[in-house]
């Protein structure tokens, strides 16, 4: 994909920065390749090559010659950038294998997906109200036959993207739902994509002469609707599903329970800390699938998850009865680093220590490991005689009891592991708690890049 964006657009960037320039960036994105970061690049070269052909398909003494021109062409970008970025949404919702080398797994892409929508809901909002203050500039009679005055099938397709756009993100951020109702809603994303792509497609000026903008415009409505049907109808076919069925489930604590699935046919071949999506075909939860960590070694015939009970579809798991079939989707994230000479610190946080379980079985002989659970209370922790089994001269570990000990800092980790700036660190958690941490980290002069976390959160 980057080969064919640098070729599609190069021309762009030779107008914009010069052969040696081009040159650089090109130098610098396939440097980002190899550090798994090429995904961030691409996220801001597309928007801005929207803005870039935008600003050249005019004299901009006609875009910006006084305020009703201004307000006039911020409606414009705003609107050409907002679609830009909703296609990029549908994009990065895919779950396709590319993401996860392009964002250092896939469970990055997740909070830049929701944080992109946000952006994208932002822009598109702009987009009418910079119109109606274009019209406003005026009169009040332009305003109100601009909003209320006949128009053509296009026109009204903006105010339905508009509206299908205010009803999901409203119902992700502020309203608590049940998540297969949430998903259903979800799935009219689409429609809201195609109404933009026809709105700005047939009524927007700067498309109608054709060009580079065009062009790329059309390019990005492709990749938003190609990304749609890749993840609702062509999934089906295209996606792996493996097949298994549940052989059992028994509690680890009060709160969190062990899923042991055996497969039907072919077996998920996996890495050490990697998570897979399960969908359980049974009443109530065949239309809901969620992401969770694996705790069985690469080598085991059966497929271990724990699961803490926190929602509607948790809540089900402990009824569900035993040969269930469950569909398996992954496996997907870039946690584990076997490769790494590195001595590792491991801190995990409640049902964050599910990764560092099933990482624990390929860990060599030669490692060194600190490794820090921290749990408000020792009862609820999870496979501890597994872990105690497990130090030796590998690992160090130490359980903190928050309760007792207070929170869990990256001090108190610097005061038991030595030289932690020579450490990779790896951190699985609640989100808040690794946040926190990490800039601690970079306080005390560990180098970011030397910080790995696992975090996922499909809904609010």
Not at 140 to 147: P, Q, W
Not at 223 to 230: D, L, N
Not at 268 to 296: C, M, N, R, W
Not at 370 to 389: G, N, W
């Amino acid at each position: 994909m980057l080969r064919f964006v640098i070729v599609f657009y190069r021309p762009f960037g030779l107008l914009l920065w010069g052969q040696q320039e081009i040159d650089i960036f090109i130098a610098g994105c396939h440097n980002l390749t190899v550090k798994k970061k090429v995904g961030y690049a691409a996220l801001g070269f597309l928007p801005l090559t929207t803005i870039w052909l935008w600003l050249t398909n005019r004299p901009l003494s006609t875009r910006f010659g006084d305020y009703q021109s201004v307000a006039y062409s911020l409606g414009q970008i705003s609107g050409l950038v907002g679609v830009t970025l909703f296609a990029l949404v549908l994009f990065l919702n895919t779950r396709a294998k590319i993401l996860e080398e392009a964002f250092d797994g896939l469970n990055k892409v997740f909070p830049i997906h929701h944080n992109l929508g946000k952006i994208t809901f932002f822009l598109i909002l702009v987009h009418p109200g910079s119109f109606v203050l274009y019209y406003l500039l005026q009169g009040i009679s332009r305003v109100v036959d601009f909003i209320f005055g006949f128009k053509s099938l296009a026109f009204w397709a903006g105010p339905v993207a508009l509206g299908i756009l205010t009803v999901i993100i409203i119902i992700t951020l502020w309203v608590r739902i049940p998540y297969h109702i949430w998903r259903f809603i979800h799935q009219f994303i689409g429609v809201a994509f195609a109404a933009a792509a026809y709105h700005f497609i047939i009524l927007g000026s700067d498309m109608a002469g054709g060009g580079w903008l065009r062009s790329h415009m059309l390019l990005m409505v492709g990749i938003g609707i190609g990304s749609y049907f890749y993840r609702t109808v062509l999934g089906l076919i295209l996606v792996r599903k493996y097949q298994y069925l549940v052989e059992n489930i028994s509690w680890l604590n009060k709160q969190t329970l062990e899923l042991v699935l055996k497969p039907k046919g072919v077996r998920i071949k996996f890495e050490p800390g990697q998570f897979v999506f399960i969908k359980l075909a049974t009443q109530g939860l065949i239309e809901e699938q969620h992401p969770f960590s694996i705790i069985s070694a690469p080598d085991e015939n059966n497929l271990r998850l724990a699961i803490k009970i926190l929602g509607d579809f948790t809540g089900k798991l402990p009824d569900t009865p035993i040969e269930t079939p469950v569909k398996i989707e992954g496996p997907y994230g870039k946690f584990c680093q076997r490769s790494s000479k590195k001595r590792q610190i491991w801190i995990a946080g409640g049902i964050g220590v599910s990764p560092m379980i099933g990482m624990m079985s390929a860990i060599s002989p030669k490692k060194k490991i600190d490794f820090y659970y921290s749990v408000p209370h020792k009862s609820e922790a999870i496979y501890l005689d597994k872990i105690r089994q497990q130090v030796s001269n590998v690992f160090k570990f130490k359980l903190w009891e928050s309760e007792k000990e207070g929170r869990l800092t990256a001090r108190n980790i610097s005061k038991l592991s030595k030289n932690i700036k020579e450490c990779l660190i790896y951190m699985c958690g609640p989100i808040p708690m690794m946040e926190d941490l990490k800039s601690q980290f970079e306080e005390l002069g560990v180098a970011r890049d030397s910080i790995k976390s696992e975090e996922f959160k499909l809904v609010p």
